[in-house]
């Protein structure tokens, strides 16, 4: 671990635990939050998934949004549309964005968690593939 030199940087460290201590806090009422699951399976990952799990983090900071949970989730089934994100507000049913890149994060954010607001780009939950 390198030294710590200034005391910017050690509160730096401190809100980086802290931050991680309220996300696994948050874990016991998990349905009385918004729960934001990104696809992160290989796809995923290279699609830029890690990076819009950054974004949503950021983002919900941000705008104050402290009810809200966020998960790493292993394949969704839907490639085609990497990144891929489900969010699942308190007492509804969890819906799954497609495409799920820069400014569509903030898209989501403001307006479908904030305003309850569809959004383009929704994986329908009774999607089903040509085959089926």
Known sequence: MAKIGS????????DQVRN???LREKGHDI??????????????IASGARETLADFMRLTREKGIENVVFTQTGC???CHSEPT??????GEEPVV????KGERVR?????????GELVAD???SAYRTINE
């Open 85 to 90: 994100v489900e969010v699942t507000k308190p």
């Open 97 to 100: 964005f497609g495409n799920v």
């Open 20 to 22: 991680a201590t309220e």
């Open 31 to 44: 349905e009385k939050l918004i729960q934001v699951k990104v696809s992160m399976a290989t796809c995923g």
């Open 107 to 115: 898209e989501i954010v403001e307006k479908y968690i904030l305003k």
């Open 122 to 124: 929704i994986i329908p």
């Open 7 to 14: 005391l910017e940087e050690l509160r730096k460290l401190k």
């Open 76 to 78: 969704m089934g839907y």
